[in-house]
């Protein structure tokens, strides 16, 4: 079975600095998909990132970039230029690819970017 | 952009009581989800939904537990007795296949009492 472990419960930086959240997994399957989700306040689900297991090269969306690591099964995300907007819980999850497509979730980071 | 919409935003109930939530996934999504989340406690798939029938469920998705999409556009999950650690948000999500990434809606804050 996969498992998804985020080891930072709660994380402050000043804004405009910048911060990596880490998300190692565990699992036997060679092809999967692992994303970012972001959770404000108002508890919505937000996509932040996506990366394919299969793609050497790390995916990035603007300020966010990710550090995918296969051998060491470590997936950790990097917000550069901190906003205040980006005070959220952050969620790494884990996808395997085949039949069934259920999202593995970690246990969640807490962000904090502080004025 | 189209997004993924849920009703009620919240939901109070008695125990014992049933409950459906409903959700209207983006149109050209075709995979369906249900996840919950006890506040402070990790998320949990429950159940998808392909093809107008389910693909997979997770031990939390007992015979209290059903999906439907009784019309082509809302997909309802129907907890039939509830109890008092069924109080979770629920987040209805799809995708417009198996490997596509899912979008999830604002979520049903179900409280039960």
């Known amino acids: 079975a996969q498992t998804v472990t985020q080891s930072q419960p709660e994380m402050s930086v000043q804004e405009a600095e910048t911060v990596t959240l880490s998300c190692t997994y565990d699992?036997?399957?060679?092809?999967?998909?692992l994303f970012w989700y972001k959770q404000p306040p108002s508890r919505q689900m937000i996509l932040v990132i996506r990366?394919?297991?299969?793609k050497q090269q790390n995916a990035t969306e603007n300020r966010f970039s990710v550090n995918f690591q296969k051998a060491a099964k470590s997936f950790s995300l990097k917000i550069s230029d901190s906003q205040l907007g980006d005070t959220a819980m952050y969620f790494c999850?884990?996808?395997?690819?085949?039949?069934?497509?259920?999202?593995?979730w970690g246990a969640g980071t807490k962000l904090i970017i502080k004025p | 952009e189209p997004e993924v919409t849920q009703t009620p935003s919240h939901q109070v109930t008695q125990m014992g009581q049933e409950v459906i939530l409903r959700c209207v996934p983006i149109?050209?999504?075709?995979?369906f989800y249900w996840y919950r989340q006890i506040l402070g406690q990790k998320v949990e798939f429950l159940v998808s939904?392909?093809?107008?029938?389910?693909?997979?469920k997770s031990e939390i998705f007992d015979d209290q537990f059903s999906v439907e999409r009784p019309d082509g556009s809302n997909f309802t999950l129907k907890i039939r007795s509830t109890k008092l650690e069924d109080s979770a948000m629920y987040f209805c999500?799809?995708?417009?296949?198996?490997?596509?990434?899912?979008?999830f809606g604002p979520g049903t804050r179900l409280t039960v009492l």
């Open positions: 149109s050209n999504h075709l995979y």
């Open positions: 990366q394919e297991a299969y």
């Open positions: 999850a884990f996808m395997k690819h085949g039949i069934n497509y259920q999202l593995i």
């Open positions: 999500a799809g995708g417009a296949s198996g490997s596509d990434t899912q979008y």
């Open positions: 699992t036997s399957e060679n092809n999967y998909y």
């Open positions: 939904f392909y093809n107008n029938e389910i693909s997979e």
